[in-house]
C-alpha cells in the first residue's frame, strides 16, 4: 500500500481537533463546576450565576476585541466608499480608524482592553487556593485546575483564536454591528483618558535611538494639542509609578493571589521574568512580519538572527503562522500567570493594604493596575522596540529559543478545536467572506478601487501587525485553496502585500497550487 502523505496529515489534523476540541469542552465543564459550588473569587465575592455571566459576557468581548482587531488593520488599505450600502456599520468603523492616527489610537486602546478582559476572566473563572471538585484525581486537579490549564484552553480558543480566524478572512460582515462599533468606542476612550500616553514617549525616545521619525498622518502638536498630549504622559507615568508601588507593596506583604507559599521576593523575581517573556513574544511577532519584508541578504549576519529566520521560513513559511498559535497559547499563559502575581486579595481579618478604604482595596483587587503594568511595560514598550530594532530583535538567542517552544506548542494540535468553534460560529452567524462583496484586491483594482497599502503604517513607534490569522488554519482548510478559486485569489492578494525574495515567492505558490 502506497504511503500517502496527504492522507496522513488529514486524519493527523483530525485527530487534533478531535482531541482538542474534547479538552475545551471538559475544561468548559470544569470552569463551570468551579464556579457553581463557589470555588472561584467571583463566584464567593457574588454569586455562581453572576460568575457565570460575567465569564461568558467577557470572553464574547474578548473575541470582539480580537476580531475587531484583525477585520480594521485588514480593511485599513481597502477603500471604504465600495461597501459603504452594503455594510453601513462596518463603514462607520473604518470611517473612524482610516481618519488621521486613529488606528494606532485604537489598537493602543485595544491592547490595554485585551489584557485587563484576561484578568477579569481569571477572577471570574480561576479556581481559588485549594479548590477541588467532584473527587477527581489529584493529577487532574493539579493540571487542569492548579495550573489554570482549563481556563488558558477556553479564553484562547473561544475567546481569541476561533474569532481570528473567522475575522481575518469575513471582516466585513464582522464588524458589521453595534457591538463592534461599542467596543471601538471603548478602546478609543481609553487612549483618550491618557492612561497608556507613557507608550508614546517610549515611541519617541525609541524613534530618536533608531534614527528614524515617526510617520504620521496628522500634522506636528502645536499649542493646546502639544500640552494635552504631554498633560497625559506625565499623567500616564505618574499612574505606572503609582501601580508599580501598590503591586511590590502588595507582593512583599502576601496580599495578591499569588500562590499560597510562594515567598514575596520570588513573586517580584518571577513578575518581572514574566513580563520579560510577554515582551519579547509581543516583540517577536512585529520583528517576524517586519523580516518578512526585508530581503535575505539584509537580515543580519548574527548567528542566532540567520537560525532564527531559517527555521521562520522553513517549511513553506508554514512556521510563521505556527508561532503566531504557539505564541498566542503562551501570551495567555504568562497573562493568568502575571494575574496571579499582580491582582490584590486582602485574606479575611488582616488590614487593607496601607490602611485605605474598602471601596479603594476593593478597586485595586479589580486587576485594573496589573493590566496597566502588564499593556505599557509587558506588551507596548517591546512591540515598539522590536518595530525600530527587528534585526537586532532577532539576534537575541531567546528569540530562537522561543520560536521553538511557541512552534512545539503548535505542533501538539492543542488550540486546534478553535477552527471547530470558527467554523461553527460562521455557520451560525452567518459570515460572508469579504470577497463575496468587495471582489478581491485584482478585481478591486480593475474597478478603479486600487488597495492602499500605505494605510498600514510600520517601522519606529506603530504597533500594526498583519491579520494573517487565516493562514494559521491546519492543512485541511488550507485544501481549499487548491479547489476554490476566490481563496486562491484571496491568498494570493495577501502574499502580493509582503515583499519576499524570488525563492520565496515560489516556495509560497508551490504551497497554493
Known sequence: MAYNKKSVASHCNAFKSIYSTALLIFSIVLVTGLQFTNQTGLAQKAH?????????????????????????????????DIYAQTHELSYKCTSITNKGDNLDRYLMGRQFMVIFIVFLINLSGAPVPGAELWGLPTWVTQIFLVTGFAMILLTCMVGQLASQVNASHCMLDYINNYFALFTLYVAM??????????????????????????????????????????????????????????????????????????????????????????????????AFFAVTKIKKEDRGKSKFALKTCDLLFKGKGRNLPGFMVGRQLSVVTCFFVIARVTTLSIPEGEENLWGVSDTLQNFFNTGFLGAIITTIMGSISWQLVASAFPIAFLSNPLTYIFLVICLAFEATGICQGAWVLAWIMK????????????????????????????????????????????????????????????????????????????EEVAEVADQVA
Not at 453572576?50 to 488599505?77: D, K, N, R, T
Not at 469579504?434 to 485584482?442: F, K, M, N, R, S
Request: proline share 4%.
Open 427 to 502: 455557520k451560525t452567524i452567518n459570515l460572508q467572506r469579504d470577497e463575496v462583496y468587495i471582489g478581491t484586491a485584482e478585481e478591486r483594482e480593475k474597478d478603479g478601487h486600487k488597495d492602499n497599502l500605505s494605510e498600514l503604517p510600520g517601522g519606529a513607534g506603530h504597533m500594526i501587525k498583519l491579520p494573517g490569522f487565516y493562514d494559521e488554519a491546519p492543512d485541511a482548510l488550507k485544501e481549499l485553496v487548491a479547489s476554490d478559486p476566490e481563496v486562491k485569489k484571496w491568498m494570493e492578494s495577501m502574499q502580493a502585500s509582503i515583499q519576499l525574495d524570488e
Open 189 to 286: 476612550t481609553v487612549e483618550v483618558t491618557g492612561v497608556m500616553h507613557s507608550s508614546y514617549l517610549i515611541a519617541i525616545i525609541v524613534a530618536k535611538l533608531a534614527g528614524k521619525p515617526i510617520e504620521s498622518k496628522e500634522g506636528p502638536r502645536t499649542g493646546f494639542k502639544a500640552l494635552f498630549f504631554w498633560g497625559r504622559v506625565l499623567f500616564s507615568i505618574a499612574v505606572l509609578g503609582f501601580a508599580l508601588a501598590v503591586t511590590f507593596a502588595a507582593l512583599f506583604q502576601g496580599k495578591t493571589t499569588m500562590w499560597e507559599g510562594v515567598p514575596g521576593g520570588v513573586s517580584v523575581v518571577l513578575f518581572f521574568v514574566l513580563m520579560s517573556v510577554v515582551g519579547m513574544l509581543e516583540g517577536m511577532q512585529i
Open 48 to 80: 455562581p450565576a453572576a460568575a457565570f455571566i460575567v465569564l461568558w459576557a467577557l470572553l464574547i468581548w474578548l473575541s470582539m476585541v480580537e476580531g475587531g482587531q484583525a477585520s480594521l488593520v485588514g480593511l485599513a488599505p481597502v477603500q471604504n
